[in-house]
Nanobody, 121 residues
Framework: VQLQASGGGMVQAGGSLRLSCAAS????????IGWFRQAPGKEREFVAT????????SYGVSVKGRFTISRDNAKNTAYLQMNSLKPGDTAVYYC???????????????WGQGTLVTVSS
């Protein structure tokens, strides 16, 4: 599966953005989708993940309650709604696909190219 993340940009603290992760092919529904982020000089961080049928979701501690992950299998697309953004959310955001559900980046064998989110104070 090939993934392409989009929707990044610059926003003021307290604002919102919605990221999209578009997948190619007909196998999108077979994959768990995750979002990760990496800020300059920092390690990649787990943000959120959603199961194949969207019946399970998990979030990183730093985004729980502010971000919402969803997916539309008919459109081969996953989303990350980000609300109440903080300067600490500034990072390149990546979507990824895995065959198993979990938060470890090693589970994800397919990665999109990333989209930059910048939150100004």
């Amino acid at each position: 599966v090939q993934l392409q993340a989009s929707g990044g940009g610059m926003v003021q603290a307290g604002g919102s953005l919605r990221l999209s992760c578009a997948a190619s092919g007909r196998t999108f529904r077979r994959y768990v989708i995750g979002w990760f982020r990496q800020a300059p000089g920092k390690e990649r961080e787990f943000v959120a993940t959603i199961s194949r049928t969207a019946d399970s979701t998990s979030y990183g501690v730093s985004v729980k309650g502010r971000f919402t992950i969803s997916r539309d299998n008919a459109k081969n697309t996953a989303y990350l709604q980000m609300n109440s953004l903080k300067p600490g959310d500034t990072a390149v955001y990546y979507c990824a696909a895995a065959l198993s559900y979990g938060s470890m980046s090693a589970l994800y064998g397919y990665w999109g190219q990333g989209t930059l989110v910048t939150v100004s104070s």
